[in-house]
Structure formats: C-alpha cells, structure tokens
C-alpha cells in the first residue's frame, strides 16, 4: 500500500509499506481521505511535535474509511461500516522500521475494538487516546463530512469545557478552522456576541456568513477599541485559536473584568508570556483538552441536518499523489481545510 512517509524532519515521500494484518480485536480499514492538520501534522513535518521524535513515520490523524474485514473477536465493528482515525501503524508503536506519526495518510489502516477488549478481561485499550476515538460514523455522512468532523468535534469539545458562553460575549483571535469553528459553536451556544479577529479578508468575510456579529481586521490602528464598543467594555471569553506567543496579553487587553482567556491554540513549544500587569486585575486563563469522541455525535446530527456545512470549512482537495502542492498551498495560508483523497 502506499503511504505519506516524514523520512526526517522537512523530508516527505511516499511510500509502499505492507499492510496492517489486523490482529483478533482489530479491523482493517480502507482509508478513502485523511485531512491535514495545520497544527500536529505541520509540527511532525518541522519536528517541533513534543510528543513526536520517531523518524521515519506515516504522518495523518483525521482520516476516515470503509471497514473490509474483522478479526476473530471484533464485535463492534461490522464490514462497511465508515469508520473515523484508522491508524497504519498504531500510535506509539513501529513496524518494520517504520514508526507512527498517527499514521492516517495510507491506503489501509485498523481500529480497535477496545469494548470487546475489555468484555473479554483486557481493559488496557478503553481509555487509550486513539481507540477511543475510532468510532463508526453514521453511512449517510460523505467521506469529507467525515474528516471535517474530526476537527470540528475537537473544537466544540473544547468550548464545552470553557465557562458557559449562553448570553455574554465572546472574541475569537483566529480565522483557521479552529477560530470559526469556535465561533460558531459560541453562537450555537447563545451567545450574545460573537467577534472574530484575523488578517485576511476573506476570511474574515467568511466569518461574518458562518458565525460573526464583527469581524475585525488586527492590521486595524483601533481594533481594540473597536472590540471594546462592541462589547461594553470588554469580552467575556477571549479564545486564543492562532497559535502565538503574545495572545494571552492581546486578550487581556479587550476581557471584561471576571473573564477568561480560553488557550486552543499552540504556540510553538506550547509557551506563553503572561504579564499580569495588562489584565484587568480580575481574569483567569483556561486550558482545556480536545475530547472529540464526546462531541462527535453531535457534530454528525449538525452536519446530517446540514445546520452546519462541512463546505463551509472544506476548501481543498488533492489526490495523495500531489501532496507537495498541497503543502505548498497550505504554507502558503490559502486553505481553511484540506485533504488528501487517498482510495
């Protein structure tokens, strides 16, 4: 089969890997489309991924596929059924010197039955990160429906843990799919207001159709003030969604007193300055897992129901083959959300 290989750092090929044999508590998945990622596939590409340091890997998580055979003991899946996060080789493991960078971008991968595991005395798979998020998507979902969901269940299940949003306000710094996302599902929530901060205009306009009451542009002398009159005096919740250093400062500097800077985003070696003296004197920072297997269900009714629109977010597709454009396009900021056709 073939596959998306990081050889090192900066260094991608395709490759053909054998493969998997699912074993008794697996099943074999062919993987029709994996998503990229601008945050962890981007990090393994540069290998500034904390968690990341094996070389060479097969790169991708958002990936999603058609299940075409089960092991002896696997009874949760079912041949057919679209499965989301099928893994090449499973993460944290290596197979023939190969090693997983989440391993989604390749023709074939597996899930795990981690219920079944655990019915029959092994309950080592119930809480593992990737096979609790492996579950069966609902058939009438498309294949890019799918993979928007991965990244749309991250989010909300991120604002779910933030402070409830239902009648304040709320400023989104980012107009990736992570910043959007949050700002529609802050809207969902109730909110009051919802302002979203970026650069491009495009986007930006982009946001004022999905989600936005403003959308501002930072290159602005007076955006801040801009998000001050909007607000009353100042914002509820400030989500960081772009991934810099200074954004705790730049939220504090438009919260309402009581607030909270929500952190999504990830900066690189995941550092943030903090300088008490710019708050308000009275507001908290909030960091917050991504659960998405929590969310998802409802990410599928949303989409089944078209409430949302996964092209609202997809922009880009590509076969497996042209993944250097893809990257290239990618780097270059002109994609939301892109990904790789691969069966």
């Known amino acids: 089969m073939k596959a998306l290989i990081v050889e090192s750092p900066g260094r991608l090929n395709l490759r053909n890997l054998d493969e998997p044999a699912p074993g008794p508590y697996e099943a074999l998945v062919r993987i029709d489309a994996c998503g990229f990622c601008g945050t ?35 009874r949760h899946f079912a041949v057919g059924d679209r499965v989301v996060r099928p893994a090449a080789i499973w993460p944290g493991t290596q197979r ?38 492996q579950m069966i998507v609902p058939g009438e979902l498309t294949p890019g429906e799918a993979v928007i969901s991965i990244a749309l269940a991250e989010t909300s299940s ?14 989104v710094s980012g107009t990736g799919i992570a910043g959007l996302g ?16 970026g650069r491009r205009e495009e986007r930006l306009t982009l946001a004022r159709n999905i989600c936005a009451d ?11 003030e801009e998000v001050r009159d909007l607000t009353g005096g100042g914002v509820s919740l400030f989500v960081e969604a772009v991934g810099q250093a200074d954004q705790v400062h730049i939220g504090f ?19 943030y300055h903090l300088n008490w003296g710019r708050s308000c004197g009275d507001a908290s920072v909030r960091l917050a897992p991504a659960l998405e297997h929590r969310t998802a269900p409802w990410i599928w009714d949303l989409l089944r129901r ?26 270059a900021g002109h994609v939301l959300k892109g990904l790789l056709e691969i069966s």
């Open 306 to 331: 078209k409430i949302v629109k996964a092209d609202d977010f997809l922009t880009h597709r590509w076969p497996l083959a042209e993944f250097e454009t893809a990257l290239r396009e990618i780097d």
């Open 214 to 224: 403003a959308a501002i542009n930072v290159t602005s002398i007076n955006w801040r």
């Open 96 to 133: 023939d010197g190969m090693a997983s960078g989440w391993g989604g971008f390749a023709e074939f991968g597996i899930v795990r039955d981690r219920e079944a595991m655990a019915r029959d005395g092994d309950p080592s798979m119930l809480d593992d990160y990737t096979a609790l998020r």
């Open 40 to 74: 962890t596939d981007r990090e393994i590409i540069k290998g500034t991924q904390p968690s990341h340091h094996a070389y060479p890997a097969v790169l991708g998580h958002e990936s999603t596929g058609k299940v075409v055979a089960l092991g002896a003991k696997v």
């Open 182 to 197: 949050i700002g529609l599902f802050s809207k969902l929530a109730g909110a009051s207001t919802v302002i979203v901060l």
């Open 158 to 171: 991120w604002l779910h843990q933030m402070p409830p949003v239902a009648g304040r306000t709320v400023c």
């Open 253 to 271: 500097g438009v919260l309402a007193p009581g607030g909270t800077v929500g952190v999504y985003g990830v900066a690189p070696n995941q550092e």
